[in-house]
């Protein structure tokens, strides 16, 4: 049986619980089981069940019944409107990123020391460590793009890059989300690739190598 390990819980469990809808555990006009059962069967409390419940039933999955109890009322949930304005956000965060890292990579290729070149490795090592949690797999990207800007030695991109650093990480968590993978060996490929055209001091490779890997990643959630 399937158990939780990340927040939010309720959410989670929503998921678990969709997920043993669309495998038929439960047939349409079925009743589910009491918050006693599912409980436990998840992990968590019955309060986290019952959020769970809401959510779904605000989805048209389920259906409470007063006295009666809940039902499965449809097999599946539309798409819901945050994820589809989640796409928008994450659309509008990769131009940002576009703007600011693109020239960012451009200037660290012509700026970078010898110590800032082996700092962005180490980043990028660090990076293609993280591949079993998104959060943490987030901001070790995070990192690695830093050390880039910071070795691009203008400040105002620096205050560019941390100033929607906290939207980004929220928006990229979400779109790997959506996407269900991430950290593979190409992935780390293209960064690697960026990192040795900043090493060869090749201003024009290393932008242009930054600007397709953001508009990969954008075409992949459009």
């Known amino acids: 049986m399937s158990t939780l390990h990340r927040e939010p819980l309720a959410e989670q469990a929503a998921k678990l619980l969709l997920e043993r809808i669309r495998a038929g555990e439960w047939e349409l006009g079925q009743k589910l089981p009491g918050e006693t059962t599912l409980a436990p069967q998840l992990g968590v409390g019955r309060s986290t069940i019952r959020e769970a419940i809401r959510q779904l039933a605000g989805s048209g999955v389920l259906a409470t019944r007063q006295g009666a109890g809940v039902f499965v009322i449809a097999l599946d949930a539309p798409e819901a409107l945050d994820a589809v304005l989640l796409r928008a956000d994450i659309q509008t965060v990769i131009e940002a990123r576009i703007a600011v890292e693109v020239e960012a990579s451009s200037l660290a290729a012509e700026r970078r020391t010898g110590e800032e070149l082996l700092a962005m490795r180490r980043a990028a090592d660090a990076r293609d460590a993280q591949r079993s949690s998104i959060e943490a797999h987030v901001d070790a990207d995070t990192a690695l793009h830093r050390s880039i800007v910071a070795a691009a030695h203008n400040e105002i991109l620096s ?64």
Do not use: K, Y
């Not at 650093?165 to 779109?175: E, K, L, N, T, Y």
């Not at 293209?190 to 201003?203: E, G």
């Open 159 to 222: 205050e560019l890059f941390e100033g929607f650093a906290p939207r980004s990480r929220q928006a990229m968590i979400g779109m790997l989300r959506l996407r269900s993978e991430f950290g593979s060996d190409a992935d780390h490929l293209v960064h690697t690739r960026i990192l040795d055209a900043i090493d060869a001091q090749d201003a024009s490779a290393a932008s242009a190598l930054t600007r397709a890997h953001l508009l990969e990643l954008a075409a992949s959630v459009a």
